[in-house]
Protein backbone atom coordinates (compact mmCIF):
# COMPACT_ATOMS: atom_id res chain seq x y z
CA UNK A 1 0.00 0.00 0.00
CA UNK A 2 1.44 2.97 -1.06
CA UNK A 3 1.69 5.81 1.89
CA UNK A 4 3.14 9.45 1.88
CA UNK A 5 3.61 11.57 4.32
CA UNK A 6 4.51 15.00 4.88
CA UNK A 7 6.55 17.24 7.22
CA UNK A 8 7.89 20.31 7.54
CA UNK A 9 5.44 23.11 7.07
CA UNK A 10 4.47 25.71 8.81
CA UNK A 11 4.71 29.51 8.72
CA UNK A 12 7.35 31.63 7.43
CA UNK A 13 8.01 35.78 6.94
CA UNK A 14 8.74 37.03 3.42
CA UNK A 15 11.97 36.36 1.89
CA UNK A 16 12.49 33.11 4.87
CA UNK A 17 12.72 29.48 3.90
CA UNK A 18 11.21 26.33 5.04
CA UNK A 19 12.07 22.48 4.06
CA UNK A 20 9.55 20.43 3.06
CA UNK A 21 9.59 16.26 3.48
CA UNK A 22 7.52 13.43 2.55
CA UNK A 23 8.40 9.93 3.54
CA UNK A 24 7.46 7.44 1.28
CA UNK A 25 6.94 3.86 2.11
CA UNK A 26 4.54 0.91 0.28
CA UNK A 27 6.29 0.71 -3.06
CA UNK A 28 9.58 0.78 -4.63
CA UNK A 29 10.35 4.14 -4.59
CA UNK A 30 12.80 4.58 -7.41
CA UNK A 31 10.27 3.47 -9.91
CA UNK A 32 8.19 6.32 -9.54
CA UNK A 33 7.62 10.00 -10.63
CA UNK A 34 7.66 11.99 -7.70
CA UNK A 35 6.00 15.75 -7.50
CA UNK A 36 4.79 18.50 -5.15
CA UNK A 37 1.69 20.63 -5.97
CA UNK A 38 -0.20 22.88 -3.99
CA UNK A 39 -3.18 24.23 -3.28
CA UNK A 40 -4.61 27.58 -2.05
CA UNK A 41 -7.93 28.37 -0.77
CA UNK A 42 -10.64 28.58 -3.56
CA UNK A 43 -7.94 27.64 -6.74
CA UNK A 44 -6.98 24.93 -8.49
CA UNK A 45 -3.90 22.59 -7.49
CA UNK A 46 -1.02 23.36 -9.48
CA UNK A 47 2.00 21.34 -10.04
CA UNK A 48 5.01 23.22 -8.03
CA UNK A 49 8.18 20.69 -8.92
CA UNK A 50 8.83 17.05 -10.10
CA UNK A 51 11.79 14.32 -10.13
CA UNK A 52 12.16 10.98 -11.99
CA UNK A 53 14.27 8.75 -10.39
CA UNK A 54 17.22 9.79 -12.15
CA UNK A 55 17.17 13.07 -10.81
CA UNK A 56 15.98 15.09 -13.49
CA UNK A 57 13.86 17.82 -12.30
CA UNK A 58 11.25 20.42 -13.51
CA UNK A 59 9.63 23.20 -11.84
CA UNK A 60 6.95 25.78 -11.79
CA UNK A 61 8.03 29.17 -13.24
CA UNK A 62 6.99 30.82 -10.06
CA UNK A 63 9.19 28.74 -7.82
CA UNK A 64 12.15 28.71 -10.07
CA UNK A 65 14.96 29.91 -8.70
CA UNK A 66 13.76 29.63 -5.57
CA UNK A 67 12.38 26.29 -4.69
CA UNK A 68 14.67 23.29 -5.34
CA UNK A 69 13.44 19.96 -5.32
CA UNK A 70 15.31 16.91 -4.18
CA UNK A 71 15.25 13.21 -2.86
CA UNK A 72 17.26 10.65 -1.07
CA UNK A 73 16.21 6.62 -2.97
CA UNK A 74 18.45 5.27 0.20
CA UNK A 75 15.78 7.09 2.38
CA UNK A 76 12.49 7.05 0.27
CA UNK A 77 11.84 10.48 0.86
CA UNK A 78 11.41 13.65 -1.33
CA UNK A 79 12.21 17.41 -0.08
CA UNK A 80 10.94 20.34 -1.29
CA UNK A 81 13.55 23.60 -0.43
CA UNK A 82 11.98 26.43 -0.52
CA UNK A 83 13.94 29.74 -0.39
CA UNK A 84 13.00 33.40 -1.02
CA UNK A 85 9.54 32.83 0.32
CA UNK A 86 6.94 35.07 -0.76
CA UNK A 87 2.88 35.29 0.74
CA UNK A 88 1.26 33.89 -2.89
CA UNK A 89 3.16 31.10 -1.82
CA UNK A 90 0.97 30.53 1.01
CA UNK A 91 -1.04 27.20 0.33
CA UNK A 92 -1.74 23.15 1.37
CA UNK A 93 1.23 21.63 -0.21
CA UNK A 94 1.21 18.02 -0.94
CA UNK A 95 3.11 15.02 -2.05
CA UNK A 96 2.56 12.90 -5.01
CA UNK A 97 3.65 9.65 -6.74
CA UNK A 98 3.19 8.39 -10.13
CA UNK A 99 3.88 5.12 -10.92
CA UNK A 100 6.46 5.04 -13.73
CA UNK A 101 7.98 8.02 -15.63
CA UNK A 102 6.59 11.28 -16.86
CA UNK A 103 7.37 12.49 -20.65
CA UNK A 104 9.40 15.77 -20.14
CA UNK A 105 7.16 17.62 -22.57
CA UNK A 106 4.29 16.69 -20.23
CA UNK A 107 2.95 19.08 -17.67
CA UNK A 108 2.93 18.60 -14.02
CA UNK A 109 -0.85 18.15 -14.07
CA UNK A 110 -2.44 16.35 -10.68
CA UNK A 111 -4.13 14.21 -12.96
CA UNK A 112 -1.44 12.30 -14.40
CA UNK A 113 -0.43 11.19 -10.21
CA UNK A 114 -2.02 8.60 -8.33
CA UNK A 115 -1.02 8.73 -4.80
CA UNK A 116 -1.05 11.38 -2.30
CA UNK A 117 -0.18 12.51 0.68
CA UNK A 118 -2.48 14.07 3.31
CA UNK A 119 -0.66 17.83 2.67
CA UNK A 120 0.96 20.11 4.36
CA UNK A 121 0.07 23.84 5.48
CA UNK A 122 2.43 26.78 4.40
CA UNK A 123 1.89 30.03 5.39
CA UNK A 124 3.97 33.38 4.30
CA UNK A 125 3.43 36.43 6.43
CA UNK A 126 4.58 39.86 4.63
Known amino acids: QVQLVESGGGSAQSGGSLRLSCAAS????????MGWFRQAPGKEREGVAG???????RYADSVKGRFTITQDNAENTLYLQMNNLKPEDTSMYYC????????????????????WGQGTQVTVSS
Open 96 to 115: AARRGSLAWWAPLLPSYFGY
Open 26 to 33: GYTYSSYY
Open 51 to 57: IDSDGKT
